[in-house]
C-alpha cells in the first residue's frame, strides 16, 4: 500500500449516523464537522476515517487482544493424538469482523480503518520472517475479559501465595485484591441495586443474626449472661476453618435472616443409607 493511498483512505468520512456504538456516535455527533458521509452520501456530523482509525487504535488496545495463530501445546498435543477428534480453531475474529462489531460500523468503513492500521504497524522484518503485526490482514482478535482464564490464574495464585507464603502482609495479593474489588463501592446489580450496602439502625438492615451450638447448659447460660463475648468472632485457638477464613483466623459470620443463621450450624445432612446422622 501507498502513502498516497493510506493518505487518501484517511481523507474518507464517516457520519456518527454511520456509528451504532453510543459512546463513539455520541462524541462525533458533538465534536465532528459537518461532512458528506463516504458511506452513506449522507449530509452529518462526522469523522475523518484517519481519526476513527485512532480511536480504535486506542480501544483495542485496552480492550482487545492479538491472537495466536498457532495452537499451544496442550492443543498440539490433542492433535496429535491418533485417537483425538480434535479440531484447533484460532481464538477470536478476524480483525475487520472485530472493528466493525466493536464500533458497529458499516463493513467497508472497518476495512478501510483495518488498512490503514495495518500499514501503520507494518514492518518489513517481521514481514520477512513470517509473523503477524498488530491489525494485518488475516490477523484475529480477542476481547479482553471474554475469558476467565486469566482471572482464573490469578485467583490461583493468589490462594497459592496466601496459603505458602504471606498471609496478613502481601503486596501482591493485596495488589490483585484491589484490581478485582476497586470501584466496588459504586458498582450495582443488572437491576439497578447497589454491590455494598450499609447495616445498622436506620437501615434496610437494621438487625444481624449470628447462631452458635452450645453442648452444655453452662455455655448456654454464660453467653446469654454475656452475648458480647461468646456470640462474637471466636477466640483465635478455637477458629475452625470456613468459606472466608483458614483454621486459626478468628472471623464473625453473620446472617440478615435467622433461618439461614440456623442453616450454617445444622448437621450436615448425609445420603440415605450412609452412617451417621440425619
Known amino acids: 500500500m501507498t502513502q498516497e493511498t493510506t493518505d487518501q483512505l484517511k481523507a474518507k468520512k464517516l457520519c456518527h449516523h454511520c456509528v451504532g456504538e453510543d459512546y463513539l456516535s455520541t462524541e462525533i455527533k458533538a465534536k465532528g464537522k459537518r461532512l458528506k458521509c463516504s458511506y452513506c452520501d449522507r449530509l452529518a456530523k462526522a469523522y475523518r476515517i484517519g481519526k476513527v482509525a485512532e480511536l480504535v487504535e486506542a480501544a483495542f488496545g485496552r480492550h482487545y487482544t492479538l491472537t495466536s495463530d498457532q495452537p499451544d501445546s496442550?492443543?498440539?498435543?490433542?492433535?496429535s493424538d491418533k485417537e483425538s477428534d480434535y479440531e484447533w480453531w484460532r481464538d477470536g475474529e478476524p480483525?475487520?469482523?472485530?472493528?466493525?462489531?466493536?464500533?458497529d460500523i458499516p463493513e467497508a468503513a472497518a476495512e478501510d480503518i483495518q488498512y490503514i492500521l495495518e500499514d501503520q504497524y507494518y514492518d518489513s522484518h517481521i514481514a520477512k520472517i513470517g509473523e503477524e503485526t498488530e491489525f494485518c490482514e488475516g490477523s484475529y482478535y480477542e476481547e479482553v475479559g471474554a475469558s476467565g482464564q486469566a482471572w482464573q490464574e490469578?485467583?490461583?495464585?493468589?490462594?497459592k501465595s496466601l496459603k505458602?507464603?504471606?498471609r496478613f502482609f502481601s503486596r501482591t495479593a493485596a495488589e490483585h485484591l484491589a484490581s478485582v474489588f476497586n470501584g466496588i463501592e459504586n458498582m450495582c446489580t443488572h437491576d439497578g441495586r447497589p454491590l455494598v450496602v450499609d447495616i445498622g439502625p436506620g437501615t434496610q438492615f437494621e438487625k444481624i443474626y449470628r447462631a452458635r451450638v452450645f453442648q452444655a447448659d453452662k455455655k448456654l447460660e454464660d453467653a446469654?449472661?454475656?452475648?458480647d463475648l461468646h456470640l462474637g468472632p471466636p477466640p483465635a485457638t478455637v477458629?475452625?476453618?470456613g468459606r472466608m477464613n483458614a483454621s486459626g483466623i478468628s472471623i464473625f459470620y453473620g446472617a440478615n435472616d435467622p433461618n439461614v443463621a440456623i442453616a450454617e450450624v445444622r448437621p450436615p445432612r448425609r445420603k440415605s443409607g450412609s452412617s451417621g446422622t440425619v
Not at 74 to 79: D, G, H, K, V
Not at 95 to 103: E, F, G, L, Q
Open 164 to 166: 505458602t507464603k504471606a
Open 154 to 159: 490469578e485467583w490461583h495464585r493468589f490462594e
Open 95 to 103: 480483525v475487520v469482523d472485530a472493528i466493525m462489531y466493536a464500533a
Open 239 to 241: 477458629a475452625r476453618a
Open 224 to 227: 446469654i449472661i454475656r452475648p
Open 74 to 79: 496442550w492443543q498440539y498435543s490433542l492433535l
